[in-house]
């Protein structure tokens, strides 16, 4: 089993609607969480990080985390073509500096 | 802010050839990542420092690959020799671990092809 799993899709919405990308950890001692958005070419950069239970809410975006389900996922409402990337999830464990990563998701929004 | 500052952006190479892959983190911060991204494998963690030392190494394939921090400012990645399998885009970031919530901060990445 992979440390943090994402469905590596390709997933495509058209354009306006809400994309749902989700992920889902093993390490019970994970504390942070970060989605990533990479274009292609590109390198990652964040654009969400939630380290306790509960929606947080940043413009159209918004991050979900259950931690007694070890999962986190990112909502993307009235999605853009602009949003059409690979959102990568990363988990940290406690108080340690490195990241652990998913394989990614590749979103296509449709216009 | 410059950023964390990769060199070169991208490197062409013939197997076997000794390959330098260089990185400047952003002033101030105290640990540095170097990761390593194919369509296989995904982003994959291949050492870092903290304070210049390293951390953790467990993530270099093998002993061909080599890295160190001589200070605060400038990290090298070294393949010797290089193998067609090693090519993939190698990432450096950043952060600093006095500000716990903070981020990494990746630099622009080196594409690396060994033909």
């Known amino acids: 089993q992979k440390e943090v799993e994402q469905n590596s899709g390709p997933l495509s919405v058209p354009e306006g609607a809400i994309a749902s990308l989700n992920c889902t950890y093993s390490?019970?001692?994970?504390?942070?969480f970060f989605w990533y958005r990479q274009y292609s070419g590109k390198s990652p950069e964040l654009i969400m990080s939630?380290?306790?239970?509960g929606d947080k809410e940043d413009g159209r975006f918004t991050a979900q985390l259950n931690k007694a389900s070890q999962y986190v996922s990112l909502l993307i409402r009235d999605s853009q073509p602009s949003d059409s990337a690979t959102y990568l999830c990363?988990?940290?464990?406690?108080?340690?500096?490195?990241?652990?990563f998913g394989s990614g998701t590749q979103l296509t929004v449709l216009p | 802010d410059a950023g964390v500052i990769q060199s070169p952006r991208h490197e062409v190479t013939e197997m076997g050839q000794e390959v330098t892959l260089r990185c400047k983190p952003i002033?101030?911060?105290?640990?540095l990542f170097w990761y390593r991204q194919t369509m296989m494998r995904g982003l994959e963690l291949l050492i870092y420092?903290?304070?210049?030392?390293?951390?953790?190494d467990s993530g270099m394939p093998e002993d061909r690959f080599s890295a160190k921090m001589p200070n605060a400012s400038f990290s090298t990645l070294k393949i010797q020799p290089s193998e067609p399998r090693d090519s993939a885009v190698y990432f450096c970031?950043?952060?600093?671990?006095?500000?716990?919530?903070?981020?990494?901060?990746f630099g622009d990445g080196t594409r690396l092809s060994i033909l």
């Open positions: 990363a988990v940290r464990r406690g108080s340690a500096r490195q990241l652990t």
């Open positions: 390490d019970r001692g994970s504390q942070s």
């Open positions: 939630i380290y306790s239970n």
């Open positions: 002033s101030g911060h105290n640990s």
């Open positions: 420092f903290n304070n210049n030392v390293p951390i953790d």
């Open positions: 970031a950043s952060i600093n671990t006095g500000m716990p919530a903070q981020p990494q901060h």
